[in-house]
């Protein structure tokens, strides 16, 4: 056996001056050498195929070790390490000293705890088989007892064959041996064969060439050191290739070294062990365990036959499947001076802690370390609160405006004003128990509304309206740039496999244009049906939806009345909020109660659809749930903003369609804050519920299974599959809640960014929270993913264009017919000399005889400080007074008015869209760099297989003389 030395070499410096130079060398051999023959690893069994469909028989058992121990003591029980000390005139001292495998050392080298060789404290943090050899790549986790039924075990065992016959190997941990004493483990590997066929099979690209065509991406401002770039020493710089799809006949390894043809043609395959990351073992097992058989066929159907570690997982058969993390995520020793000690505690230490929130994310180590999925929803969620950035700049801005010239606008200082249009009586707010007020009780609603209805909020809606259309175009670039960085331009098309539900369910088959292989397909019919059903259940909810937010209206409506007859003025001053702030967190609670019950319903119309792959399944079931959320989410702030007030007639005629009620009306100054306060309660609330169910719950279950174990057994190792498993599951829909999260604030930010000016700001914030926290659940309390790839954000891109060209016309009627912002306008250069000063309200308000009120609508009781005797009061619009034939119909100030807001969104939005066009053309979706490079991949690719097509000819051929 290799007996291996190590040594290094020591510099001292004395008191005066000298150097003397020591080299020490260790060297290690084993104590009680055991006597082993290796057995042929592999194991001789031949492996099967990737997908069980086509089946071989099974052979004979597997050795879980590789190894055929042919002595009592198999493993060796230590070392002997022999310690030679050098200076420069030789050997000064020689130490030997027998270190036992069982014993455990502390960093100063004192020897402390003796412990077995299977309670090795390495094995807590060691991701290979207990022959230090063979890499786990993924693990099956059961408890057994006496719930487990037998017929659990019947399939787990059947299943663990089926693993065999495929050529993946399994090592068991009982689950007397765990730390807990109740979970089992399966251990599971996939040898090289196995990898290789299965990286062909999933068309997996792997280097193929060095890339000679590198380009540096960055920009001028880029090579100015900032604070937020990471630290350079800590991340190495990974290699460039050219990628293709792995094909085993062009392995390097399997070809003549000496051969003279052109290189290129050969994969780059330096190590086999490090060739597949960790991600990719995992994703070539993983495709193995989803079709994997657990049961015989049905004698009655032959064609059913259960299979899928999803279902195994389901019934209970399996309580965890997952990939293990690379080991510990924190260290004794810092990151800077002993470096990482695995990936996941080098994005620990520069993504994941709370510190480094100001740091650029590491996108490249998250995507080799998670997969392309999780990459790509980082990029873009660090993509959009970058662009925030400028977004919250300007609303600040437009705030701080309105801060400083909130006591200096004309209009809310007559409102205030008791000798101004203070002193005006207004008609009551609601039916009977309502009095005639002062329209000076509305100064303080007024001066919080200036605050997000002034001239610097429509300049800012307009500046949000082209942001939120500039978004999309440049997010497609940058993922455009990342498609190619991380090969998954083609994905979809090329790489992406069946799903296995789709091939289990649909038995109906028919020829592939394009590869002419029978497979499974829907008939046109059945598909009509099944998306008949599901747009109706859609529509169902989507009433229930607005069913409760008339319920919510009606509410709104009862308490605004019953504060407004309080004796306490100042809660009947407030009535108005107080019922818009109550109304806007019970919707907030009907929101949560409705999405929990539609998610569910959603995933079981999604599996009606029968849909072919996984994106099409995740984009359908994300459109539906969107769309739900959507109404869910936004119909009462559409309410507030577009219909409040718009019809509810006026005194002496009001309307009272809505269960016998009056409408709502909006308080002279207008329903922006109600629109604001709707807003901020909603957005807000669901963020903090969002961090709570995804970063305190999980930590809250992590902390609870992690009591359970048995910290008492000080005899059992914590092992490293033990510690994953008692970490808590990643949601069964993945990134579809961050997503949805994010999205729906997007609408937030750019739909009804006029109300509320500090969106963008709040959403930065929230996002750079936001960003972290996933970070460290993704890192610290999640079991690690499977790394899924994916080629773009999917469907959540064209949702994202479906919110930029709602939010251009959202801020534009906002603007238009929501903010006071026109009548202002037409008032001051149509109806004066070009100022507000000429008494607004008369030209905003109209004018009402109380003789002329119907019995529903008059009040029965009037202050004391009205008197008995109020002949006329004011209310909100542009009609003629009393007297004459035209008494109460619309003035021509209204259709002035209307004109003018309707020209404002016309102008509004074809300028926009033309500014978006404008844009568009002159940046292009691909950047030039990134396109050559990607034909000259492509051309190599083709290169290549033409060569390799020619050599294999060419050994085929004949030899002639």
């Known amino acids: 056996?290799?007996?291996?030395?190590?040594?290094?070499?020591?510099?001292?410096?004395?008191?005066?001056?000298?150097?003397?130079?020591?080299?020490?060398?260790?060297?290690?051999?084993?104590?009680?050498?055991?006597?082993?023959?290796?057995?042929?690893?592999?194991?001789?069994?031949?492996?099967?195929?990737?997908?069980?469909?086509?089946?071989?028989?099974?052979?004979?058992?597997?050795?879980?070790?590789?190894?055929?121990?042919?002595?009592?003591?198999?493993?060796?029980?230590?070392?002997?390490?022999?310690?030679?000390?050098?200076?420069?005139?030789?050997?000064?001292?020689?130490?030997?000293?027998?270190?036992?495998?069982?014993?455990?050392?502390?960093?100063?080298?004192?020897?402390?705890?003796?412990?077995?060789?299977?309670?090795?404290?390495?094995?807590?943090?060691?991701?290979?088989?207990?022959?230090?050899?063979?890499?786990?790549?993924?693990?099956?986790?059961?408890?057994?007892?006496?719930?487990?039924?037998?017929?659990?075990?019947?399939?787990?065992?059947?299943?663990?064959?089926?693993?065999?016959?495929?050529?993946?190997?399994?090592?068991?941990?009982?689950?007397?041996?765990?730390?807990?004493?109740?979970?089992?483990?399966?251990?599971?590997?996939?040898?090289?064969?196995?990898?290789?066929?299965?990286?062909?099979?999933?068309?997996?690209?792997?280097?193929?060439?060095?890339?000679?065509?590198?380009?540096?991406?960055?920009?001028?401002?880029?090579?100015?050191?900032?604070?937020?770039?990471?630290?350079?020493?800590?991340?190495?710089?990974?290699?460039?290739?050219?990628?293709?799809?792995?094909?085993?006949?062009?392995?390097?390894?399997?070809?003549?070294?000496?051969?003279?043809?052109?290189?290129?043609?050969?994969?780059?395959?330096?190590?086999?062990?490090?060739?597949?990351?960790?991600?990719?073992?995992?994703?070539?097992?993983?495709?193995?365990?989803?079709?994997?058989?657990?049961?015989?066929?049905?004698?009655?159907?032959?064609?059913?036959?259960?299979?899928?570690?999803?279902?195994?997982?389901?019934?209970?058969?399996?309580?965890?499947?997952?990939?293990?993390?690379?080991?510990?995520?924190?260290?004794?020793?810092?990151?800077?001076?002993?470096?990482?000690?695995?990936?996941?505690?080098?994005?620990?230490?520069?993504?994941?802690?709370?510190?480094?929130?100001?740091?650029?994310?590491?996108?490249?180590?998250?995507?080799?370390?998670?997969?392309?999925?999780?990459?790509?929803?980082?990029?873009?969620?660090?993509?959009?609160?970058?662009?925030?950035?400028?977004?919250?700049?300007?609303?600040?801005?437009?705030?701080?405006?309105?801060?400083?010239?909130?006591?200096?606008d004309t209009i809310t200082n007559e409102i205030c004003d008791i000798n101004k249009a203070g002193n005006l009586t207004m008609c009551p707010l609601c039916d009977n128990r309502c009095s005639y007020w002062r329209l000076q009780e509305s100064c303080s609603y007024s001066r919080a509304t200036y605050l997000f209805d002034n001239p610097a909020t429509v300049a800012f809606a307009c500046f949000m309206a082209l942001w939120a259309s500039f978004f999309h175009d440049f997010w497609k670039r940058k993922q455009n740039e990342i498609e190619y960085d991380w090969d998954t331009a083609d994905f979809e098309m090329e790489e992406e496999t069946v799903r296995p539900e789709f091939e289990n369910k649909v038995r109906r088959k028919r020829e592939n244009p394009i590869n002419k292989r029978l497979e499974p397909y829907v008939p046109g019919w059945s598909k009509c049906c099944r998306y008949g059903t599901t747009v109706s259940i859609l529509l169902f909810f989507m009433a229930v939806v607005l069913v409760a937010v008339v319920g919510v209206i009606v509410y709104r409506i009862a308490i605004a009345a019953v504060l407004s007859t309080t004796g306490d003025g100042v809660v009947k001053g407030r009535a108005g909020l107080i019922a818009s702030a109550t109304a806007a967190c019970i919707n907030l609670v009907i929101i949560f109660i409705l999405n929990f019950i539609y998610q569910r319903i959603a995933e079981a119309l999604t599996e009606l659809e029968q849909h072919r792959t996984e994106s099409e399944w995740e984009d359908a079931f994300t459109f539906k749930m969107f769309l739900f959320q959507f109404v869910n989410y936004y119909a009462s702030i559409i309410y507030i903003g577009f219909f409040k007030g718009r019809f509810v007639g006026r005194p002496g005629n009001y309307d009272r369609n809505l269960f016998g009620f009056r409408q709502e009306e909006c308080d002279p100054a207008g329903c922006l804050i109600e629109l604001c306060i709707q807003l901020g309660i909603i957005m807000v609330g669901k963020q903090i519920f969002a961090n709570f169910k995804e970063v305190i719950l999980p930590k809250l279950m992590v902390w609870f299974k992690s009591r359970s174990v048995g910290h008492d057994k000080e005899d059992k190792v914590y092992t490293h599959w033990e510690q994953d498993y008692n970490l808590a599951d990643q949601p069964k829909l993945g990134l579809f809640d961050e997503y949805l999260e994010m999205v729906i604030q997007f609408g937030f930010v750019t739909i009804f960014v006029a109300a509320f000016p500090l969106a963008p700001l709040c959403a930065l914030i929230n996002n750079i929270i936001e960003i972290r926290l996933d970070a460290y659940k993704f890192i610290t309390q999640w079991k690690r993913p499977l790394a899924t790839r994916a080629q773009d954000i999917g469907v959540w891109f064209g949702i994202l264009q479906g919110i930029s060209a709602i939010a251009v016309i959202s801020n534009a009627a906002i603007i238009a017919f929501t903010s006071e912002f026109i009548p202002r306008m037409v008032y001051k250069y149509g109806y004066s000399d070009g100022s507000l000063n000429d008494f607004y309200q008369n030209f905003s308000l109209s004018r009402f005889n109380t003789a002329d009120f119907d019995d529903d609508g008059r009040p029965d009781e009037i202050e004391p400080i009205f008197g008995t005797n109020v002949t006329e009061c004011w209310y909100r619009g542009y009609r003629n007074p009393p007297g004459g034939s035209d008494e109460y119909e619309y003035t021509m100030a209204f259709w002035h008015v209307f004109a003018a807001r309707l020209a404002f969104v016309v102008v509004f939005e074809n300028l926009i869209v033309f500014l978006t066009w404008l844009v568009m053309y002159l940046i292009p979706d691909m950047p030039y760099q990134v396109k050559m490079q990607m034909l000259r991949e492509k051309y190599l690719a083709k290169q290549a297989l033409f060569h390799a097509e020619e050599l294999k000819e060419k050994r085929t051929r004949p030899k002639t003389e």
């Open 1 to 408: 056996m290799d007996h291996r030395a190590i040594g290094f070499e020591l510099t001292n410096e004395d008191a005066a001056g000298g150097r003397q130079k020591h080299v020490t060398q260790i060297s290690f051999k084993p104590l009680n050498e055991p006597t082993v023959t290796p057995a042929p690893y592999p194991p001789p069994n031949p492996p099967g195929n990737l997908y069980p469909s086509v089946g071989e028989p099974a052979p004979g058992p597997v050795n879980p070790i590789g190894f055929e121990d042919t002595s009592a003591q198999a493993k060796p029980i230590g070392f002997e390490m022999q310690t030679v000390g050098n200076d420069e005139n030789g050997p000064t001292e020689v130490v030997s000293e027998k270190v036992p495998l069982e014993s455990k050392r502390d960093n100063s080298g004192e020897e402390s705890t003796l412990l077995p060789p299977s309670k090795d404290p390495a094995k807590e943090e060691t991701m290979y088989f207990n022959d230090g050899v063979r890499r786990i790549d993924y693990v099956l986790a059961f408890e057994p007892g006496t719930a487990d039924k037998e017929n659990r075990v019947a399939k787990r065992e059947y299943f663990q064959k089926e693993l065999e016959r495929e050529g993946l190997q399994l090592e068991f941990e009982a689950a007397a041996e765990s730390k807990s004493g109740k979970v089992s483990f399966v251990k599971v590997n996939a040898p090289w064969d196995i990898l290789a066929k299965g990286a062909e099979m999933m068309n997996m690209k792997m280097p193929l060439a060095p890339n000679d065509m590198e380009y540096d991406q960055r920009s001028m401002l880029d090579c100015i050191p900032t604070p937020f770039d990471l630290d350079k020493d800590l991340i190495e710089e990974d290699d460039n290739y050219f990628t293709a799809p792995f094909n085993r006949s062009r392995m390097e390894q399997l070809c003549d070294k000496n051969h003279t043809e052109d290189s290129s043609i050969w994969f780059v395959i330096k190590d086999k062990e490090s060739f597949f990351t960790n991600a990719q073992r995992s994703r070539i097992v993983y495709a193995i365990l989803s079709r994997a058989f657990y049961e015989d066929a049905d004698p009655n159907n032959p064609a059913k036959r259960r299979f899928g570690i999803k279902k195994l997982l389901a019934n209970g058969s399996y309580s965890a499947a997952y990939p293990l993390h690379d080991g510990k995520y924190i260290s004794e020793h810092s990151i800077l001076t002993r470096g990482k000690r695995n990936d996941r505690h080098l994005l620990y230490e520069i993504w994941a802690r709370p510190r480094s929130w100001y740091k650029y994310q590491p996108l490249d180590k998250i995507r080799s370390y998670f997969g392309e999925k999780i990459g790509i929803y980082f990029a873009w969620l660090g993509f959009y609160t970058t662009m925030l950035v400028p977004a919250s700049v300007v609303g600040l801005v437009a705030f701080i405006y309105g801060v400083a010239t909130m006591f200096d």
